[in-house]
């Protein structure tokens, strides 16, 4: 007796084609997650680097900060994130830690001199780590794209660091320092 190989070939095909296409699919995912990746960090240093440089010449702190997250807001959102499926609506300001989207870290939140480091932007957003989920599971990986440039002090906080610096020096105590003092200094300005 002998036994009917026709089809063997085809079988053998289907199954090395189908293997074959699945590593192509995953190097494809693999491409697009690293091209996401570089989009969200580009956006997330530029808005960094825009949150950095923005001064609205205000004499209020808090009104400035408000300006430059305004202005790091509005260039993080000229990156047209929905082409690689990161959702429109993440642009954020502050949020949890974890939660996705774009959040600004103000310097006027810190409070412990080690967090000084972590002023600055940073985005959180999701994306599947395989588009096969027997390869990698079905679940999304959170991801962090960080760009901590900081933000300078302002006009407004260095006339009041060196205010009150002076305060100090001339009355031995701290003082405050708010635009209606009657004090009359010559301030020279060192960078702060």
């Avoid at 095909?13 to 989009?39: C, E, K, M, Q």
């Avoid at 260039?75 to 774009?102: C, D, H, Q, W, Y």
């Avoid at 060196?162 to 004090?183: D, F, H, K, R």
Wanted: charged fraction near 15%; proline fraction near 4%.
């Amino acid at each position: 007796m002998r036994s009917n190989e026709r089809g063997q070939s085809t079988i053998e095909f289907i199954v090395t084609f189908s293997l074959g296409l699945g590593v192509v699919f995953l190097f494809v995912g693999v491409a697009l997650n690293y091209s996401a990746g570089f989009l969200v960090h580009y956006a997330t240093f530029m808005a960094s680097r825009t949150y950095l440089t923005t001064e609205a010449n205000v004499s209020v702190e808090a009104n400035n900060d408000n300006a430059a997250k305004a202005a790091a807001l509005a260039t993080f959102a000229r990156f047209k994130m929905s082409a690689l499926r990161i959702p429109a609506g993440s642009v954020l300001a502050g949020g949890g830690n974890a939660e996705e989207g774009f959040h600004i870290n103000p310097y006027v939140s810190v409070s412990d001199p080690k967090d000084v480091l972590y002023v600055g932007a940073y985005t959180v957003f999701k994306r599947p780590i395989s588009y096969l989920p027997l390869v990698a599971g079905g679940d999304p990986a959170t991801l962090i794209s960080e760009s901590f440039l900081g933000k300078e002090p302002s006009r407004a906080e260095c006339w009041k660091r060196t205010c009150e610096a002076i305060l100090l020096g001339v009355s031995g105590a701290p003082g405050v320092c708010q635009g209606t003092n009657n004090y009359d200094f010559t301030i020279m300005d060192d960078g702060c």
